[in-house]
Nanobody, 120 residues
Framework: QVQLVESGGGLVQAGGSLRLSCTAS????????MAWYRQAPGEQRELVAR???????NYADSVKGRFTISRDNAKNTVYLQMSSLKPEDTAVYYC??????????????WGQGTQVTVSS
């Protein structure tokens, strides 16, 4: 089984910073990509940032220039450095990973989510 565990969420003031971490563990052969999504109350889940193992990235327009996704491949860990936080960044942030658990089996996995609240 594969588990994704997020940490680093919390309450911060507008303009502040947080760094989220997500570590994948379990029966992992290869990780194709890891990503961060978020979901605010009453809103659809949106992609915040995505990073392939090879280093290709994608960011939502709303976070470009403020958020940075990075990884430590040896630790199967992805980070989301969030700076210049705004109240509209308030959401539950979810880690996701596209993982090969065997040479013939590839699936998407999700973490439990971590709450980020930005006060004005």
């Amino acid at each position: 089984q594969v588990q994704l565990v997020e940490s680093g969420g919390g309450l911060v003031q507008a303009g502040g910073s947080l760094r989220l971490s997500c570590t994948a563990s379990g029966s992992i052969f290869s990780i194709n990509a890891m990503a961060w999504y978020r979901q605010a109350p009453g809103e659809q889940r949106e992609l915040v940032a995505r990073l392939t193992t090879s280093g290709s990235t994608n960011y939502a327009d709303s976070v470009k220039g403020r958020f940075t996704i990075s990884r430590d491949n040896a630790k199967n860990t992805v980070y989301l450095q969030m700076s210049s936080l705004k109240p509209e960044d308030t959401a539950v942030y979810y880690c996701a990973a596209d993982i090969w658990t065997h040479s013939w089996k590839r699936d998407d996995y999700w973490g439990q989510g971590t709450q980020v609240t930005v006060s004005s």
